[in-house]
């Protein structure tokens, strides 16, 4: 019987899609035993932009959620997505600091790692992979994830490459990551067509979203052509800018005959589970009723629903919403020019902005931010296709080539622990604290100077209670 199998993303992308990663961890602890029951291939839970939400807005520690997620979650797989060599944050770490990171999310609980890198540069994704190997433990899988994208250089011919690429390195499994839900059940056809029939040993998966109305379609698609996984989330946390539904994949797969392993009963449980909560953050306006809707506009332009939203934002602060059509119009331009990087975090905000300054200034790259500068010096890692000439020698002088090594093999100094250990003080109490800070500083300083006080607190109760 044929197999496909769910990763449910409610814990992870889909409340990042729908309310910006604000989901505490007390408002799903009494589902997880349910969830834990449910069949799921895995469970994405982890890494994104949880930890820097974490931090930053809930007031919690991302690694004691961790360990209360692996606690209350014993029989499942717990997944995350890691930014490759900029880990969890937006910029480059240094190797050590890679692996000392891997090491430790998988002592606190986390199993499959799905490492990406937004270029493609899979450079970036050796350090993460060689750690995960190093500390694996029987439960351990890395996942090597493909940023999917859409341009004349993007063809069927050099994602199969890429595949064949990252099982030659020693992925386990290979992720598609439609970021934008811009890929089409055409190109799903032909793409995956072509990676098993080059690399069909290795299981596939894919990740899409429902922005722009493609995602079950393409999903049927993916099925049909062998996808070995989908991730989908509970649907009462689906559709729009999230994934497509996991209950409506799991009855179209029965009639099908197709064998997913999710008990029924439980993935209702948790949909019904989930429904008051997301109502709480519609209530409090957390959830946007715009990101729950269908936007096509994304297949127009290529461009993410989340870029689009950003440049909305920026103009309007700007008072210049009169030139958001031409803005949008310059990004396609903008992104041939830096050689059509996939357009995910950071290139998208990079490309966006770089674009909207273009419009407003009336002169192309009069203007240029310090983020392309550096992405064109090839601190980011090797573009898709070459950067425009022009555009190259104004950023890096006539005849000067882009770096062609890592940066951090150029910037490496490994005293970032001693560094951060010593800002920190009595403040850190374990490896975990540390490196926190060493990823989020402000964001730690300030969360651990909470927990200092809450304990200072809670010991002067506890003495005058005596
Ligand atoms: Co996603």
Not at 88 to 111: A, Q, R, T
Not at 377 to 398: D, F, H, R, T
């Amino acid at each position: 019987m044929r197999k496909v199998q769910i990763t449910e993303t409610v814990l992870r992308d889909a409340n990042q899609s729908l309310m910006a990663t604000r989901l505490p961890y007390k408002d799903y602890e009494g589902i997880l035993p349910t969830m834990d029951q449910a069949g799921y291939y895995s469970v994405e839970c982890w890494g994104g932009a949880t930890f820097d939400s974490c931090l930053r807005y809930l007031n919690e520690d991302p690694w004691e959620r961790l360990r209360n997620l692996r606690k209350n979650l014993p029989n499942s797989k717990l997944q995350m997505l890691l930014r490759g060599q900029n880990l969890l944050g937006y910029k480059h770490y240094h190797d050590d600091v890679v692996e000392k990171f891997i090491e430790l999310s998988i002592k606190n609980g986390i199993d499959i790692i799905r490492i990406f890198d937004a270029l493609n540069d899979f450079r970036n994704l050796e350090t993460a992979l060689a750690a995960t190997q190093k500390y694996a433990t029987p439960n351990t899988i890395a996942s090597g994830c493909i940023s999917y994208t859409q341009s004349p250089v993007h063809t069927v011919e050099k994602y199969v490459k890429m595949c064949k690429e990252l099982k030659t390195m020693g992925f386990q499994t290979i992720c598609l990551k439609d970021m934008a839900g811009t890929m089409t059940p055409y190109e799903a056809e032909h793409l995956i067509k072509g990676i098993k029939d080059a690399v069909g040993d290795i299981p596939l998966i894919l990740h899409t979203h429902s922005t722009t109305g493609m995602a079950y379609m393409t999903l049927i698609k993916a099925i049909e052509c062998g996808i070995d996984v989908i991730d989908t989330a509970a649907s009462c946390f689906s559709g729009g800018t999230s994934q497509p539904s996991t209950e409506t994949m799991f009855y179209t797969m029965q009639q099908y005959g197709i064998e997913t392993g999710l008990d029924e009963a439980k993935i209702n449980e948790v949909n019904e589970y989930f429904k008051p909560v997301k109502q709480k953050y519609i209530d409090n306006g957390m959830i946007n009723p715009k990101s729950l809707a269908t936007d096509a506009q994304a297949l127009v332009y290529k461009v993410p629903g989340g870029m689009l939203s950003n440049m909305i934002a920026n103009l309007t602060d700007m008072k210049a919403m009169d030139k958001f059509d031409a803005a949008l119009e310059e990004i396609p331009k903008v992104r041939a020019d830096l050689g059509y990087p996939p357009l995910v975090t950071p290139l998208s905000q990079m490309v966006g902005n770089q674009a909207v300054t273009n419009v407003l200034v009336g002169q192309r790259y009069k203007q240029i931010s310090k983020e392309v500068k550096n992405y064109i010096k090839g601190e980011y890692g090797i573009a898709p296709a070459p950067v425009n000439k022009e555009l190259q020698v104004q950023v890096l002088g006539e005849g000067v080539q882009p770096i062609d090594c890592r940066t951090e093999d150029q910037k490496r100094t490994g005293e970032e622990f001693k560094e951060a250990a010593a800002a920190l003080g009595d403040l850190a109490r374990s490896e975990e604290d540390i490196m926190s800070y060493i990823c989020f500083p402000d964001q730690t300083v300030k969360f651990l100077e909470n927990r200092k006080a809450q304990e200072e607190n809670e010991a002067v109760y506890t003495i005058e209670e005596m």
